[in-house]
């Protein structure tokens, strides 16, 4: 299973931007595998982002370990300042 990243490309929201270049920077810098979703190129992915994450209203970005839902922004910046990264992301 790879690590997944449900994102979005259109965006006004400044904060979202910054929320997924965060997630992406540090999964980059700590050398994790990822792929990117980009959930509004296809609805199918926006759909399957929200039924991963149990929330029909579920707003990128989203983080998953193939269809294990591992959480949201919040939960990934908790699993950094409690140094559970790895764990997070059910690696």
């Known amino acids: 299973m ?3 990243v449900f ?18 920077s540090v999964l980059s810098s700590t050398g994790v595998t990822f ?30 370990n193939g269809d294990t839902y591992c959480g949201d922004f919040e939960a990934f910046e908790n699993a950094i300042e409690n140094g559970e990264l790895q764990k997070f992301l059910k690696l």
């Open 7 to 24: 994102y979005t490309s259109v965006s006004g929201s400044v904060e979202m931007k910054k929320r997924q270049e965060r997630i992406l």
């Open 35 to 64: 792929d990117l979703i980009d959930i509004s190129q296809d609805s199918a992915n926006k759909e399957k982002m929200r039924r991963i994450a149990g929330n029909p209203t579920a707003l990128a970005p989203q983080i998953a």
């Open 2 to 4: 790879s690590v997944k």
